[in-house]
C-alpha cells in the first residue's frame, strides 16, 4: 500500500537472486534473477527462463519502448554498466563500452519524458544513449535504496484568488509540488490565456 507501507502476500517464488523488476505495456513482469532474465507470473510466483544476460549480475531492472534496460556491475564496481536488454531472448548489450559500471547504481527507471534516472546511495540521471551519469545528490551515508519507480503526479492545480479586483490580492494555489515555485501571469489587455471565471476579478486573463 503506497499510502500505510503495508505489505500484502501475492506469491512466493523459487527466484532467490532478483534485483530487478519491470513490467512491459501488456502486464508482462520480467525480473533479473542475477544474470537470468526470466518473466514472472504474479499469481503463482513461477518463474520462466528467457536467456542469460551477460557475464556480471543485473540490477535495477527497467523498460521503455520494447527494449529493457538493466545495470550490470561485480560488487568491486567491474563491469558495463548501463545495457540494453532484448525481452525476447534475453541478451544484453552494452550502451557504451566506455562507461563502466559503478556500484552506486542499484535500481532504474524512467519517468514520463523518458528522463532514466538510477539510485543507489546516489541519485543520478543515465543518458540511455551513451550511459553517462549526471549525479544529483547524496541520500546519505546510510542510503542503499535497491528499487525505485516514477509515479507522475496527475492532481489539477486550482487557483482562487481573494481581495479585492485591481487591487492587493491573495493568490491560492492547491495542488502545486510543496516548496515549488508558481508564477501567475495575467492581463487585462489581451485575448489570450485562460480567464477566471470567478469573482473576484471575473474575466481576467491568466
Known sequence: DPITATLTLVATTPLVSIHGMAFDELGTLYVANGRDLYTLDVATGAGTRIGEMGKVPVAGLTYAKGVLYGWAYHWSGRGPGLVRIDPVTGAGEDVSP?????????????????????????????????????????????????????????????????????????????????????????????????????????????
Request: net charge positive; glycine share 14%.
Open 98 to 206: 566506455y562507461v563502466a559500471g559503478a556500484t552506486e547504481i542499484q535500481t532504474l527507471c524512467f519517468d514520463e519524458f523518458g528522463t532514466l534516472f538510477g539510485m543507489g546511495g546516489i541519485l543520478s540521471t543515465v543518458d540511455p544513449r551513451t550511459a553517462q551519469r549526471n549525479r544529483i545528490g547524496l541520500l546519505g551515508h546510510w542510503a542503499d535504496v535497491r528499487g525505485l519507480e516514477y509515479l507522475p503526479d496527475r492532481r489539477p492545480v486550482k487557483l482562487r484568488l481573494r481581495g479585492r479586483c485591481g487591487r492587493l490580492m491573495a493568490a491560492e494555489v492547491e495542488g502545486a509540488t510543496p516548496a515549488g515555485l508558481v508564477v501567475l501571469l495575467w492581463s487585462t489587455r489581451h485575448k489570450t490565456g485562460t480567464s477566471v471565471p470567478g469573482d473576484p476579478c471575473r474575466g481576467t486573463l491568466l
